[in-house]
């Protein structure tokens, strides 16, 4: 493993993450795309850059919160990453519910229908609950456990067709949307889990061999570009050679295991390109992805007050005033954040 304490190429793919998905809220939700041809490739591929955040995100989460549990000399029950990963997993459900709260609510009585939807936060936060109790309960497994997360991370991929359809309305709806799409929340654990689980394969599999990732990001680009290019056609190869629908289900709509494809690209990218990105405002950024989140959610939203940019602007700017607003609104959600943590005495 290197001998810097934190992976710069982690940090960098986290900080593109964070950054892609704030601009990612601000252009969809002030942009008025009536403005725009929306069948320019400018546009199009803007839409689709925008569809690998959640999914780079949630891996991620994955990857660094175990490789965080693999770097502690103490493994099983005792080791004290478990305790500072249920203190975090709790802190993410809060702050995703105190995001969501509206004070003009508040004061007539009421709550906000979507204070209980579940978002990003509530899911990474169970994510790492989820984590824990595995890794708890298998730690005996030692090395093998990466087998563990694999087959979780195949299977919640692979069974994606059968549980979109479920009916969940014998259950609680503040239940059900934490479950799966259609009930609410904006993000649930199936199948934004099965990220999670990849992630979690991957810090185990690479677990020493942090010192060669240049040589390993071209196993992660070749591994990418044939589940973003082939995935699908084998997929479809399956469904028709051994007569399972559920394999051709699969390909017809196979945004997960490409979407998979995305990130492992992009973290070969990283990988490649470690040595141009030690840049500090890089590391700065993606060692506090979630104060730039809860930032951004005040600005954007208008969390507590109800006043945010949204409530004035949504679908109004011209794409050079979003772009221009952008640059401004990237700027102050990383301003607040380094002036909070210096002024609170944080490194």
Known sequence: MPTQSRIVFLDALRAFAILMMLQGHWMSGLLN???LDTTHWGYRFWLYCRGFTAPAFFT???????LLLLKNPLQGT???RIKKGLKRGAELLIWGYLLRLNLPSL???NINPSFFQPDVLHIIGLSLFIIILIYSSLY???ER???IFLLFGIGIFMLEPLYRSWNLDFLPPGISGYLVKGYGGVFYLFPWLGYVFWGCAIAYFFKNRYSNYQKWGIAFMAVGLALIFHSSSFFQFLGSSFQISLFQKIAWNNFLFIRLGDVLVLLALFMFFQAQIKAKLWRFIGAHTLELYIV?????YGSITGYGVYKFYAKELLLWESILTLLFFLGACIGIVFVWRRKNHHP
């Not at 991620?60 to 175990?66: A, E, I, N, Q």
Request: proline share 4%; with cysteine; net charge positive.
């Open 33 to 35: 795309v009536n403005q």
């Open 60 to 66: 991620l989460t994955g990857w660094v919160f175990c």
């Open 78 to 80: 005792q080791n004290p």
């Open 107 to 109: 004061l007539y009585g």
């Open 140 to 142: 005996f497994l030692k």
């Open 145 to 147: 456990l990466v087998w």
């Open 296 to 300: 951004h959610y005040f600005i954007l």
